[in-house]
């Protein structure tokens, strides 16, 4: 059987199923809310395309929206319960239906990216948050890069960083940080990680010149400054980072974690827009861009090699919400992928 043929079976069949299995929650809550249920079969709007998903990642958000987790949140994603109740965002897959308006991808096209509710068999998506997977890449690396390597592509560029510059990573075991020191190093930087000392030779083998272990040292009680630090889901006070920042230097806060459970660890970036006028350091607040243009600069990384995504495991649906319990606890290194 050719591919094509193969292709256009599995678009058939995505056109006739009623329904399909999914992870669903309809409330919000721990990951064990979390359900293998049917649902109906997505079809996409003006714009989208439906995928037969054949993996997804999971990342920190999902934990989020799953919990619902701070409470701001809700304002967009819905008060009471989830306006979407299949969960996950990050996806690779083969478009099976387009809708109106599309004319960038095909049914058939392999894709990575951003999707709605993509830990399923089927899955919506935005065609300008999608991008070609790269051939020679498994869907699984493919599905894990989506957000967090497209995160990670962002903070650095967001810090303008320049090559031969020093940048500090905090949180460089997990899944944004373990694709900033690969790009980091990709774009000509000496990277220094901080990580448990657990995950110190992960991160050694990513690229990363000097590793800290967090455990051990106070990485901000160092005499070295950087001139760029990636804050990957920190919880390290601003103060204490200014210490180690150059007195010009780029501080990129890449989400946030702890805080309250109304706003999250979003406190720390708020307090930096009163610091900012009364000193050269430059702090930056990342809002991650979705565009299909971002995920084919980063498909070149990850088509020449010079970004491996670190995928720790893949799960199926029913697994998820241990695999989720794990993220939040930091036992997770790199990403989990998921096969529906």
């Known amino acids: 059987m050719t591919t094509a043929t193969m292709q256009s079976d ?15 929650h309809r409330t919000y809550g721990p990951p064990e809310v979390l359900r293998v249920t049917e649902v109906a079969r997505p079809a996409p709007a003006k714009g989208e395309v439906v995928l037969q998903v054949r993996a997804a990642g999971l990342d920190r958000a999902a934990w989020h929206l799953v919990t619902g987790r701070p409470y701001l949140l809700r304002l967009v994603f819905g008060l009471s319960a989830p306006k979407n109740p299949v969960a996950g965002r990050e996806v690779a897959g083969v478009v099976v239906a387009v809708g109106e308006g599309v004319t960038r991808l095909r049914v058939g096209d392999e894709v990575f990216g951003i999707g709605e509710g993509t830990f399923a068999e089927l899955a919506r998506a935005k065609a300008d948050k999608l991008a070609k997977k790269p051939a020679a890449l498994s869907f699984e690396a493919a599905a894990v890069s989506g957000i967090s390597g497209l995160t990670a592509l962002d903070a650095l560029e967001a810090a303008k ?7 500090l990573i905090v949180g460089a075991s997990g899944g944004v940080g373990s694709f900033a020191v690969q790009l980091a190093r990709a774009m000509g930087l000496h990277v220094t990680a901080v990580c448990s000392g657990a995950k110190a030779g992960l991160v ?35 103060a204490k980072l200014r210490r180690v920042l150059a007195p010009s230097g780029r501080l990129v806060f890449v989400g946030g974690e702890g805080g309250d459970s109304l706003s999250g660890g979003m406190t720390r970036q708020l307090g930096t827009l009163f610091l900012a006028p009364f000193t050269r350091q430059r702090f ?5 861009s979705e565009s299909h243009v971002d995920l084919e600069r980063l498909a070149v990384f990850l088509a020449n090699g010079s970004v491996a995504p670190v995928v ?29």
């Open 10 to 24: 599995v678009a058939a069949m995505a056109q006739t199923a009623v329904s399909m299995r999914a992870l669903a």
């Open 161 to 167: 960083v320049q090559p031969g510059e020093r940048v």
């Open 204 to 238: 050694r083998t990513l690229g990363a010149e000097q590793v800290i272990d967090y455990s051990q040292a106070d990485f901000t009680a160092r005499a070295e400054q950087f001139d760029v630090i990636l804050d990957v889901g920190g919880r390290t006070p601003v």
């Open 284 to 288: 930056v607040t990342l809002l991650a």
């Open 312 to 340: 720790e495991r893949v799960v199926g649906l029913a697994q998820v919400a241990e695999a989720m319990n794990d993220l939040a606890r930091g036992a997770v290194r790199g990403k989990v992928a998921v096969v529906p």
